[in-house]
């Protein structure tokens, strides 16, 4: 059995990655042999077979071993970041903002979104599936 980390106990790593178990959740991370993508034990992606994945204490350590970090689940973010908290988040800080009058004085949505450090179609993207409408129509 194959695991990038010393110290992790390769049964628990992979219980808690099918579970995806939110209380282990920046304690290991998961890289993917055939995609060489690393994720999160809580990624929403479809999980890999188990003979396929290794697992590392940190993301530095996946990094090292030649994985990239998964752009569903960003593992590479810092925990308690907007990024690590995922899309809800970000619309949440969206609309704080819109509700601050963000858009009220001459930004746009680009501005919105560089500001939220994502481009402009993935902020409208997002606002559609959590909020039901675009940016402007909830400004």
């Known amino acids: 059995m194959r695991s990038g980390g010393e110290g992790l106990d390769r049964r628990a790593c ?13 304690r290991f991370f998961t890289g993917v042999l055939t995609t060489r ?11 890999a077979r188990s003979a ?13 071993a030649g994985f990239r970090p998964c752009l ?3 593992p590479e ?4 970041t907007p990024a690590w908290r995922g899309a809800a988040a970000s619309v949440t800080r969206a609309l ?3 509700e601050a009058g963000f858009l009220d004085d001459g930004r746009r949505v680009d ?4 500001t939220l450090g994502m ?7 997002l606002f559609l599936r959590h909020a039901g409408a675009s940016p402007t129509a909830v400004a």
């Not at 219980?15 to 995806?20: M, N, P, T």
């Not at 481009?119 to 993207?125: E, F, G, K, N, P």
């Open 77 to 80: 973010a810092a925990p308690g």
């Open 111 to 114: 501005d919105l979104a560089d």
């Open 14 to 26: 992979d219980r808690a990655r099918l579970a995806r178990d939110a209380r282990f959740d920046g």
């Open 96 to 98: 704080r903002l819109i």
């Open 52 to 64: 396929n994945v290794v697992f590392f204490p940190t993301a530095a350590a996946a990094e090292r």
């Open 72 to 74: 569903r689940c960003r």
């Open 37 to 47: 993508i690393y994720c999160r034990p809580t990624c929403p992606v479809k999980p």
């Open 119 to 125: 481009t402009s179609r993935h902020l409208r993207r």
